[in-house]
């Protein structure tokens, strides 16, 4: 009769199997990654997040949204 073993799963994809720590080379790199990322974003990126969070909220109510722009502007024109 034969027994089976069952070992710890590997993980196929590691390089170095039992290695999970990072290494200071590689906080390293992470750290000057980041700071390119963030040195992209110029001026005019906390205007675009708020133009992204506004056409989120907008684009999937686009006919309510006109129906109230409509509305908005007749009252407008009235009240002139």
């Not at 992470?30 to 506004?54: E, K, Q, S, T």
Request: aromatic share 8%.
């Amino acid at each position: 009769m034969s027994t089976h073993t069952f070992h710890a799963p590997r993980w196929p994809t590691a390089s170095i199997p039992d290695a999970t720590d990072t290494s200071p080379m590689e906080l390293s790199e992470l750290g000057a990654h980041i700071d390119r990322c963030n040195g992209c974003r110029g001026r005019w990126f906390a205007l675009r997040c708020a133009a992204d969070a506004v056409h989120d909220f907008v684009a999937p109510r686009f006919v309510t949204t006109l129906l109230v722009a409509t509305v908005v502007m007749g009252l407008a024109a009235l009240a002139l």
